[in-house]
Nanobody, 121 residues
Framework: VQLQASGGGLVQPGGSLRLSCAAS????????MRWYRQVPGKQRDLVAT??????YYADSVKGRFTISRDNAKNTVYLQMNSLKPEDTAVYYC?????????????????WGQGTQVTVSS
């Protein structure tokens, strides 16, 4: 099982970016999917979560970021609007995935490789 993140880049303050993260491999089902971000020298912080229970956002991104998923494509998205310089970080996707060819399926946490988002004029 692999997670492949994409969509990062350089954007001006106030701009928008859309991150994608696609899961592939021997997947039975996916529970929660999340986006984290990390600045060099600091801990990795949770940005947003989407699950059957709903969505969660960190206070710093509420009203600006939207997490969504396409279950048919095993993909999670993060639409980021009104970007600020303090949103600059490496963004990582994370997913709780049941994998395997038959029962009992194995539940594990998987991480994408990270995608750089830089907000600067």
């Amino acid at each position: 099982v692999q997670l492949q993140a994409s969509g990062g880049g350089l954007v001006q303050p106030g701009g928008s970016l859309r991150l994608s993260c696609a899961a592939s491999g021997n997947i039975f089902s996916i529970d929660a999917m999340r986006w984290y971000r990390q600045v060099p020298g600091k801990q990795r912080d949770l940005v947003a979560t989407i699950s059957t229970s709903g969505t969660y956002y960190a206070d710093s991104v509420k009203g600006r970021f939207t997490i969504s998923r396409d279950n048919a494509k095993n993909t999670v998205y993060l639409q980021m609007n009104s970007l600020k310089p303090e949103d600059t970080a490496v963004y990582y996707c994370n997913a709780e995935i049941y994998s395997g060819s038959s029962y009992p399926y194995v539940l594990r946490d998987y991480w994408g490789q990270g995608t750089q988002v830089t907000v600067s004029s």
